[in-house]
């Protein structure tokens, strides 16, 4: 792909990665299908099918290839595949549809096209073994995408989803949500968790349908459907649409669900004024507060949540103050793990920290626990990610709490006296003095100054 004129760094080629690897599990699964159900009839046409008895465009080695194959890719597949009949109410059909709409394909070379073609005819998704051999190479991909640029916004890091799921625990028949589902890794985490309680195809088959994403950005959209079809899921339950373009009261009984796991945007200005789809009293420009007054909102009455925010969600007035005054009124805020600045490096560098909720009964207390960095390493990066087993000490400590160095519990009168302000540091950690080297000075300063970058930009739209 590297040689590929038309494709201009990572996040390109993996787009253009992922519709090839879509459309080769996609029609792998929909042969699959033909073989076990007479009545079965794919929605793609039999010329566009990955293998088929009409030319057999890409699953011949040996097939068309140089301006033939561009041209039939750019004029007839991508055209037809946009363009796919969805009257029958055919769930597959409209994720073929919404997958081709939103994104294209860069490449300007055939004979390059021919050589990836060939590279994904060495597998066979219908071979267990191999598609699921796939899907540990494929969270490395999605992996990548955290220094592709923006496109990082759409990875969670995996010891953070797993550690999540652990602790809400999601049971058989319930409905989980992440309504920015990115690229999908809290809803796999979620479907192997649930695996292991199935015991019929029924169950599995309640999995698929009761694990629910929302994404409203066609490449992490593209990723989370082929991410949950090499997680055996044939139709994943993922809705292509913002969140927050409708008006909240849109959301009724019937939406509402078990659990929620997500790692909402945060940074961002909400477009297309969806602001004004949410009470006067908690608008806001800042997506992830919209976003936590919507999943407070989207939760039965004893449902749980487990989310990702940054310190800027914890603290402030104004609307910022009503809105955490919401959450701990209307939810038991049981949980702050207050990680480090580095968790999701290079994307972003801003303190996170993981909130776990219960809806129906309001706070009496908080328990913190500070989340610190494996002795010897001064951050994490790219080749030093956090790691799932680093989250130990924590599952230890979750179900027989006690106070440490680590640890602390703040009572709910504290943090009015505060106006609700949950950004509470450590009380027995001594302010330290931390010296640092001539390198890690002028990383700290570029990070300084992309932030103010970004601060302008958001200033500047929201003057205009």
């Known amino acids: 792909m590297r040689q590929d004129i038309g494709l201009n760094g990572d996040a390109q080629r993996i787009e253009q990665l992922g ?26 046409p039999d010329l566009f099918h990955w293998v088929n008895e009409k030319g057999n465009w890409a699953g011949d080695p040996e097939g068309i290839t140089g301006e033939e194959l561009l041209e039939f890719v750019d004029r007839q597949l991508f055209p037809a595949l946009r363009n796919i009949d969805v009257s029958s109410g055919n769930r597959r059909a409209l994720i073929v549809r919404e997958v081709f709409d939103g994104n294209n394909n ?18 066979d ?7 699921h051999s796939f899907g540990e190479l494929y969270e490395t991909i999605l992996r990548g995408l955290q220094s592709a640029g923006n496109s990082g916004e759409f990875y969670t890091p995996r010891a953070i989803t797993s550690f999540i799921t652990e602790m809400i625990n999601p049971q058989l028949n319930e409905k989980i949500l992440d309504p920015s589902c990115g690229t999908g890794g809290y809803l796999t985490c979620a479907i192997e968790h649930l695996k292991k309680q199935a015991n019929s195809i029924e169950d599995r088959q309640n999995i698929a349908k009761n694990v629910i994403g929302w994404e409203y950005k066609p490449l992490p959209y593209l990723l989370a459907t082929t ?26 009984e019937k939406h509402r669900v078990n659990a929620i796991l997500a790692n909402p945007p945060f940074g961002g200005i909400v477009a297309n004024n969806n602001e004004t789809n949410f009470p006067q009293n908690f608008r806001t420009k800042e997506s992830a507060d919209l976003f936590l007054i919507l999943m407070i909102h989207l939760l039965k009455k004893d449902g749980r949540a487990g989310i990702v925010l940054p310190d800027g969600s914890l603290t402030g007035d104004g609307v910022k103050q009503r809105i955490r005054q919401k959450l701990l009124e209307d939810c038991n805020l049981h949980t702050i793990i207050r990680l480090p600045n580095s968790v999701f490096q290079p994307y972003a560098t801003v303190a996170t920290n993981l909130l776990f909720f219960t809806k129906g009964t309001p706070t009496k207390e908080v328990w913190y626990y500070e989340h610190r960095l494996p002795e010897g390493q001064k951050a994490y990066n790219k080749t030093k990610p956090i790691q799932i087993k680093e989250f130990d000490p924590i599952k230890l400590w979750w179900n027989n709490r006690q106070k440490s160095n680590i ?26 003095k931390q010296e640092f080297n001539s390198a890690e000075l002028i990383d700290l300063l570029n990070s300084s100054f992309e932030q103010s970058d970004l601060l302008l930009k958001q200033l500047k739209q929201a003057l205009n």
Request: hydrophobic share 35%.
């Open 106 to 123: 860069y490449m300007k070379s055939g004979t390059n096209i021919r050589k990836v073609l060939n590279k994904l005819n060495e597998m």
């Open 407 to 432: 640890a602390w519990k703040v009572d709910i009168k504290t943090i009015i006296d505060r106006n609700y302000d949950l950004d509470i540091k450590n009380p027995t950690k001594k302010q330290e």
């Open 19 to 44: 519709w090839m690897l879509f459309l080769k599990i996609f029609s792998d699964k929909d042969k699959e299908l033909e073989l076990l159900d007479d009545k079965y009839t794919s929605p793609i």
């Open 125 to 131: 998704f219908n071979i267990a073994k191999d598609r």
């Open 227 to 252: 991410n949950l079809i090499l997680h055996d899921i044939e139709v994943p339950n993922i809705r292509y649409g913002d969140a927050l373009d409708q008006p909240l009261s849109n959301f009724t």
